[in-house]
Antibody, heavy 119, light 107 residues
Framework: EVQLVESGGGLVQPGGSLRLSCLAS????????MNWVRQAPGKGLEWLSH????????YYADSVKGRFTISRDNAKNSLYLQMNSLRDEDTAVYYC????????????WGQGTLVTVSS | DIQMTQSPSSLSASVGDRVTITCRAS??????LNWYQQKPGRAPKLLIF???NSESGVPSRFSGSGSGTDFTLSISSLQPEDFATYYC?????????FGQGTRLDIK
């Protein structure tokens, strides 16, 4: 069974840092591009970042560029999102998602982890 | 950046109705257009990828069409479980922006 399990969310003060993890199982993690997507309370989906299978190709949304860093460890079947200089507007549920190899659609999603940025 | 605009933003319909949701890209994305369904408190689910390809397990009443800048998601005969929010997303070039969503509720 394919599973993506996010962890690392929680309450953090503005300006603080947090590292999200996503543990993959049930498929060959190293064969798949991966993404992070977030959803602020009551709002739509916002794509944040993409990483290729080897980690050699990385993209970011402008809203997080320079503050967030995506990475992966294929030996540990894990995806990460290091989030620095957090702002109130970063409060959201953060999803990791597996991407297809041709059209890059997010074909499997984790259950999400809530990040709350507040003083 | 490529902007994605969905219409309508919300839609009321009845079980058995045929509904169409449109998504327009600010520049050509060929067929790099995906559709997702999201129910409250749940992660999104992929319905259509590459504009016209149905994800495995998705009911045949869901279909996608279009290329270039204009795309549609059609649901041929609404079922009770189809009332949800639908998003398009382009994966032609970074940033892989989503549309703002279309909320489909029961009339």
């Amino acid at each position: 069974e394919v599973q993506l399990v996010e962890s690392g969310g929680g309450l953090v003060q503005p300006g603080g840092s947090l590292r999200l993890s996503c543990l993959a199982s049930g498929f060959t993690f190293s064969d798949h591009n991966m993404n992070w997507v977030r959803q602020a309370p009551g709002k739509g989906l916002e794509w944040l970042s993409h990483i290729s299978t080897s980690g050699s190709i990385i993209y970011y949304a402008d809203s997080v560029k320079g503050r967030f860093t995506i990475s992966r460890d294929n030996a540990k079947n894990s995806l990460y999102l290091q989030m620095n200089s957090l702002r109130d507007e970063d409060t959201a549920v953060y999803y990791c998602a597996r991407a297809g190899s041709t059209w890059y659609a997010a074909n499997f999603w984790g259950q999400g982890t809530l990040v709350t940025v507040s003083s | 950046d490529i902007q994605m605009t969905q219409s309508p933003s919300s839609l009321s319909a009845s079980v058995g109705d045929r509904v169409t949701i449109t998504c327009r890209a600010s520049q050509s994305i060929t067929k790099y257009l995906n559709w997702y369904q999201q129910k409250p408190g749940r992660a999104p689910k992929l319905l259509i990828f590459g504009a016209t390809n149905s994800e495995s397990g998705v009911p045949s009443r869901f279909s996608g069409s279009g290329s270039g800048t204009d795309f549609t998601l059609s649901i041929s005969s609404l079922q009770p479980e189809d009332f949800a929010t639908y998003y398009c997303q382009q994966t032609h070039s970074s940033p892989y922006n989503f549309g703002q969503g279309t909320r489909l509720d029961i009339k």
